[in-house]
């Protein structure tokens, strides 16, 4: 049986699959056997197959199709938005699958849109990819030649349109109200929720939005199944997943591996282990904003609730690795830097709270840190931490400074000690 | 004859441009058939805003002012709209730039692999400062955030192409190159 859904059509070389290619691996079944289906009977099997959002929450796929509004009541234009904006530190998964396999998302957003009722939808794709956004439309436009996009496709009386909106550079709009915002010709700021995008989204009708890995993985769950899909998986969470390791590893990339994979597994076997003279100091298990996790992790499994007890998220599902002969000071001093810019401004904790943390980190860099400097970070923390920021991006930047202050607190205390990096 | 006021005042208006023949900001029927294309996307025209800004941009390399009024006065957009959205996207110039933007990226798992060196390396071979243009003309320096190919840090990105597993000998040699292709461009 099927073990690598996501990557089966990818290959060595740096192609796009095209239609032939794909409809000769089995492409596009998933979609003929949704038109077969009523639309509420896909979104049942997908929230049973328990495929949570890849884009870094992890939010139950289907359970989120499900608040879309249906029946006569509602309302009748609908959207469909995949989120390709890949901006999270370290994460490097959806160029991949938009890259190589431009089909799969088409499919996967097809399949979506027929179960929610949706007419149109918007790849959202960020301005840098110009090499995916090429391959989209170039996908786009076969797909329509064949009629699996279109007027009345597969006399369904069903109608889809694709349309592929490139971006131009802002981290923010991955956050799914931003993104509608920006879609709509507006500056990319947070919407405040409620209401949800499934009941008042892209221009106040019924949207979803899900993440290009997420689309990627429906349209064989609908042709296999439930059982299949949950079969896929070695721990808790069902499915595949793109996994990565980047930093100093011998072997860094990208790998589709079951869901609940360990973390020694991915970082040894398939990224080589670390370079030679070099030990693992650390870890974010899933881009820039999750929490530090350390050797003593390794064993764990990549499945969401199993990293989110270990005190950290899943994520993206992108490790970034730490070494022992790299700062952990300066790394989350670039990771605030990182979400610092990309802040968009709308509210003060945010916009002036992490400027105040980088300008703590990086005195503490240059050697001139304090000693009441670590107590200030902490606090710092709380200050834009969950309840008190419109959006997650200010507490996904606390991730990972509070895991370093506690996990490398006494690097902390080497700088401000030596007066200096002891890294350098 | 109360209906001369209105073409009257918009004489006026013409009048205070420089020629009306050739105005600096008017768009090319190019740039307007390709925004066009990607206006039938969209529900209003006001959604168009940022991707006829980044279609300009390539034909123009930065938006002036003048070039915000045509695109404003063309979509039917306030001129203060399309602005708030060209100084909040980061690929969008409001002004000018080398010829060729060099988009080092700066996150983390390219600073692990060093790419705080390179860009000080990127200053020296351009003896420029951060964000300046090299004397030339040809190069902008800017910094990016995470360009999404973390497996093979450190990275740029150079007008649409990536350039990957970057060390200081990469680097001369792609400013090189680039140099040369300049170079033989004005000779032509």
């Keep these: ?424 | 004859m109360s209906s001369l006021l209105e073409p009257e005042v918009i004489e006026v208006m013409e009048h205070s441009s420089a020629n009306p023949e050739n105005m600096p900001g008017d768009l090319t029927a190019e740039e307007k058939a390709e925004i066009d294309r990607e206006a039938s996307h969209y529900e209003n025209k006001s959604a168009v805003g940022l991707e006829a800004l980044r279609i300009v941009q390539k034909y123009r390399g930065w938006i002036s002012d003048d070039t915000l009024q045509a695109i404003s006065a063309y979509l039917d957009v306030p001129a203060a709209q399309l602005e708030s959205v060209a100084t909040y996207f980061q690929l969008i110039f409001r002004q000018p730039v080398g010829r060729e933007v060099i988009y080092l990226c700066k996150s983390a798992s390219c600073w692990i692999k060093g790419c705080d060196r390179l860009q000080q390396h990127i200053y020296e071979c351009l003896k420029i400062e951060p964000g300046q243009t090299s004397a030339d003309g040809i190069f902008t320096l800017l910094e990016a955030p995470c360009l999404g190919d973390c497996d093979k840090a450190p990275v740029l990105m150079l007008g649409e192409e990536m350039f990957r597993n970057l060390d200081e000998a990469a680097i001369e040699n792609l400013i090189k190159k680039k140099k040369k292709y300049h170079a033989d461009q004005s000779l032509d």
């Design chain 1, 1 to 424: 049986m099927l073990i690598n859904p996501l990557t089966k059509n990818v290959t060595d070389q740096n192609v796009a699959a095209d239609l032939k290619r794909y409809l000769g691996n089995g492409g596009y079944e998933g979609w003929r056997k949704a038109h077969t289906m009523a639309p509420d009977k896909i979104i049942d099997l997908v929230k049973d197959g328990g495929l949570r959002g890849r884009g870094g929450a992890g939010f139950n796929t289907g359970l989120k199709w499900s608040f879309v509004p249906r029946g006569a009541d509602a309302p009748e234009q609908k959207f469909i938005v995949c989120n390709a904006d890949e901006m999270e530190p370290g994460t490097f998964k959806d160029r991949l699958l938009m890259e190589r396999d431009p089909h799969l998302l088409l499919e996967g957003m097809a399949i979506a849109a027929y179960a929610i009722g949706a007419s149109i939808g918007y790849i959202f794709i960020r301005g840098e990819y110009h090499l995916a956004a090429e391959r989209l439309e170039h996908a786009i436009e076969e797909a329509k030649t064949q009629g699996f996009l279109g007027t009345d496709i597969s006399a369904s009386g069903f109608s889809l349109e694709i349309f592929v909106h490139r971006s131009a550079g802002n981290y923010i709009c991955g956050e799914e109200t931003a993104l509608l915002n920006a879609l709509e010709g507006r500056r990319a700021i947070p919407r405040a929720k409620p209401p949800f995008p499934q009941v008042s989204g892209l221009w106040g009708k019924p949207t979803v939005v899900n993440n290009v890995e997420t689309f990627c993985n429906i349209p064989h769950l609908v042709e296999f199944g439930v059982e299949w899909y949950r079969g896929l998986g070695r721990g808790e969470d069902a499915g595949s997943k793109l996994f990565g390791v980047s930093g100093n590893v011998k072997n860094p990339g990208t790998w589709e591996l079951p869901m609940g994979t360990p973390i020694r597994e991915i970082i040894e076997q398939h990224a080589g282990g670390m370079h030679d003279g070099l030990r693992l100091k650390g870890l974010l298990p899933g881009g820039g904003s999750t929490d530090f996790l350390g050797p003593e992790h390794l064993d764990l499994r990549m499945d969401y609730d199993v990293i989110g007890r270990a005190g950290s998220r899943m994520g993206t599902g992108t490790i970034i690795v730490l070494d022992n002969q790299t700062c952990p000071v300066g790394l989350v001093l670039n990771l605030c830097q990182f979400f610092a810019r990309e802040s968009c401004g709308w509210c003060t904790p945010c916009r002036d709270g992490l400027p105040w943390i980088v300008k703590i980190l990086q005195r503490i860099e240059a050697g001139e840190g304090r000693s009441e400097d670590l107590d200030l970070l902490r606090e710092q923390c709380q200050r834009i931490g969950p309840g008190n920021t419109f959006c997650a991006l200010a507490p996904g930047a606390a991730e990972p400074l509070q895991s370093a202050l506690v996990r490398f607190e006494q690097d902390f205390f080497n700088h401000i000690k030596q007066h200096r990096c002891p890294y350098r």
